[in-house]
């Protein structure tokens, strides 16, 4: 699963929502938010962590693990593209994106990051943008609304959503 969305979007709190249910299920799985791989100054776009991401996972695959859960904050189609490539695996990719309104983004962003952070302005702004431009790129498989939905909610249907397409079952 490759879950998509701008700052601010809930796409870490999915994630860790999804990942109960599927410890719960005794679903073995993987979970990475791919900006980790990127995190220092200046942070690395896409292209200079994807072959980081393709490596961790091939690293993880040797461990049997074989459904990963993703999280990522692609900038543009060709980032998504590039990521969703680094993804890999046998099984393909379900690619979900979680939509918010870019005022609400904002305010999530302006909410969790700390004052004193020199990139928050910057960061509270291209939530704006951010969330306008990723809900409408290509190859999206599902969309969400995380304004109206709960994140256990978002995580019982990203759920749902992986089981139509096998990537996991009970």
């Given amino acids: 699963l490759l879950l998509i969305g701008a700052p601010g979007a809930g796409k870490t709190t999915a994630l860790w929502e999804l990942s109960g249910l599927l410890e719960a299920e005794g679903i073995v799985h993987g979970a990475l938010e791919t900006e980790q791989l990127s995190f220092g100054w200046p942070l690395l776009g896409a ?29 543009n189609q060709a980032e998504l593209d590039l990521i ?11 690619v979900a994106c979680l939509c918010v309104a870019p005022e609400l983004a904002a305010a999530r962003v302006e909410q969790r990051e700390p ?20 809900q409408r790129f290509e ?32």
């Fill in 115 to 134: 004052d004193s952070w020199a990139g928050r302005s910057r960061l509270i702004a291209h939530a704006r943008e951010l969330a306008e431009v990723i």
């Fill in 139 to 170: 190859g999206i498989d599902v969309r969400l609304d995380s304004d109206s939905l709960e994140p256990a909610e978002i995580a019982r249907l990203l759920a749902v959503e992986l089981k139509k397409v096998r990537l996991y079952e009970q």
């Fill in 47 to 75: 292209r200079g962590y994807a072959r980081q991401l393709e490596t961790v996972l091939a690293l993880q695959r040797e461990l049997d693990r074989q459904l990963f859960l993703l999280a990522a904050t692609p900038e």
């Fill in 84 to 94: 969703r490539a680094a993804a890999g695996g046998a099984g393909g990719t379900l």
